[in-house]
């Protein structure tokens, strides 16, 4: 079992910058693979940013490539989101979700478990 715990969320003006933490527990956490997604009202959850258990690879949305950067620290069961160069239409509750697979990728039915989601909020 995994707990997820997103934090870091708020508002911000465009072209500010956020970092988004998710603090797991479990003794699982460097085996699973790990990702972020968000989510507007109306809308289904899309995939944002991933990487592998042992943070070797990354993958981004192409909405987020070069602005978003995930890491993670595994000494610290710590997954991170570094969001730069913010845009309006980065506005949305940001999940972060955990995989019982190395490597999940971008596809949410492969991740098993999600915290609670923390909201972010971009004004132009």
């Known amino acids: 079992q995994v707990q997820l715990v997103e934090s870091g969320g708020g508002l911000v003006q465009a072209g500010d910058s956020l970092r988004l933490s998710c603090a797991a527990s479990g003794r699982t956490f460097s085996r699973n693979g790990m990702g972020w997604f968000r989510q507007t009202p109306g809308k289904e959850r899309d995939f944002v940013a991933a990487?592998?258990?042992?943070?070797?690879?990354?993958g981004y949305a192409d909405s987020v490539k070069g602005r978003f950067t995930i890491s993670r620290d595994n000494s610290k069961n710590t997954l991170y989101l570094q969001m730069n160069s913010l845009k309006p239409e980065d506005t949305a509750v940001y999940y972060c979700a955990a995989s019982r697979f190395l490597s999940a990728g971008r596809v949410p039915g492969l991740y098993d478990y999600w915290g609670q989601g923390t909201q972010v909020t971009v004004s132009s």
């Open positions: 990487i592998t258990d042992d943070g070797t690879s990354t």
